[in-house]
């Protein structure tokens, strides 16, 4: 998920049990233009694998270049960007566009199939406009043109995230391909994933929104593990995340970045809404630590043990200058 997916996250999500994570979309466009921010995104950790790196553009041979480098910071799969539904990148022929262009779509997986060892796999929505089919005529050109899965967020492209995802349509794609398919929309527990997999009979769910602020769903997805995280262990998970980012993404970047999170972990009940409003408006994530571990004392102690048991994240990184980076 753009702005959400960081490295942070990713290795967070492994942590709760998510068999496979995925980086926010990155512009192959920004990658052959040498962009810091867009580079930025291709950091790799030991404990985030299997990871796939997602790409988004419009043109075969510079989506293909891109795969290359994603290949050489050692992503497991090249994922490409077909449902991205924002105007920035629809108006360019990218994302959700390509749905309706089957021809350009196919020549992208064929280029970047070619230039890679790694598996290449396609994430679509439904179609453009509501109601639209598009993606069952579709996705099976591309599985000829060499995609080696299918994840379908069964939404179109106009609905953006409003109603609900429409899985009869996944499960239409399931019977018409080979290759496993990942269904994507709105499943937040392990009921709704059960139901998701035996009515589709797709070969795995994603969790996106789900797992915002929200990792102990990963675990009960997989576990069946239903305890609710007390208030100490949500803090300690906000501030080690805090940390996480901070090192990700340098403390100018930082504070911005995090505001949308504190609602996230917060909200459900764990904490009263005024505290939530009160961590948006300071300044920086050092003063929002300082709350949270005055509000929650006892979540220091959980912090520590976390601080100590999580890998320190050895990176594979490009040959290029730390700031490239964004941060340490
Ligand atoms: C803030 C946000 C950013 C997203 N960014 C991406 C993205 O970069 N690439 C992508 O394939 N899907 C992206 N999505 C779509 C999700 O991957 C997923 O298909 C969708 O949210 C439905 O699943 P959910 O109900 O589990 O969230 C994004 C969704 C949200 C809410």
Not at 60 to 81: M, Q
Not at 138 to 157: D, I, N, Q
Not at 227 to 235: F, G, K, Y
Not at 292 to 312: D, H, N, Q
Request: charged fraction near 25%.
């Amino acid at each position: 998920m753009a702005g959400v997916s960081v490295q942070a996250f990713r290795r967070q999500g492994r942590r709760y049990g998510a068999g496979l994570v995925c980086s926010e979309m990155v512009s192959c466009a920004g990658i052959e233009h040498g962009n810091e921010r867009t580079l930025g995104y291709l950091r790799v950790a030991a404990d985030e694998h299997p990871l796939a790196i997602q790409l988004f553009g419009s043109e075969p041979r510079t989506l293909a270049n891109a795969a290359k480098l994603v290949e050489a910071v050692g992503a497991d799969i090249v994922d490409l960007n077909f449902g991205c539904p924002v105007r920035k990148v629809t108006r360019t022929g990218a994302g959700a566009t390509l749905l309706e262009d089957p021809v350009l779509a196919c020549s992208i997986v064929e280029s970047v199939a070619a230039a890679v060892d790694l598996p290449v796999t396609v994430k679509l929505r439904r179609g453009l406009a509501n109601g639209s089919r598009s993606c069952l005529e579709l996705g099976p050109s591309l599985v000829e043109a060499g995609a080696a899965s299918l994840t379908l967020h069964p939404r179109s492209a106009q609905q953006m995230y409003t109603g609900t995802a429409d899985h009869a349509l996944t499960a239409e794609l399931v019977s018409l391909v080979d290759v496993p398919v990942v269904a994507s929309g709105d499943v937040t527990s392990r009921a709704r994933a059960q139901a998701v997999l035996a009515t589709t009979r797709a070969e795995a769910v994603m969790v996106g929104r789900g797992a915002q602020g929200n990792p102990w769903a990963l675990e009960e997805i997989v576990d069946g593990e239903s305890t609710a995280p007390s208030r100490e262990e949500v803090a300690a998970e906000l501030v080690l995340f805090i940390h996480k980012v901070v090192r990700e993404l340098g403390d100018r970047r930082d504070s911005s970045f995090m505001k949308k999170f504190y609602g996230w972990y917060l909200g459900q009940g764990r904490f009263p809404k005024p505290f939530k409003q009160e961590l948006v408006l300071l300044e920086s994530t050092e003063e929002v630590e300082r709350r949270l571990l005055a509000a929650a004392p006892g979540a220091l102690e959980i912090l520590e043990r976390l601080e100590a048991e999580v890998p320190s994240g050895d990176e594979v990184t490009l040959e290029l200058p730390i700031a490239v980076y964004g941060g340490g």
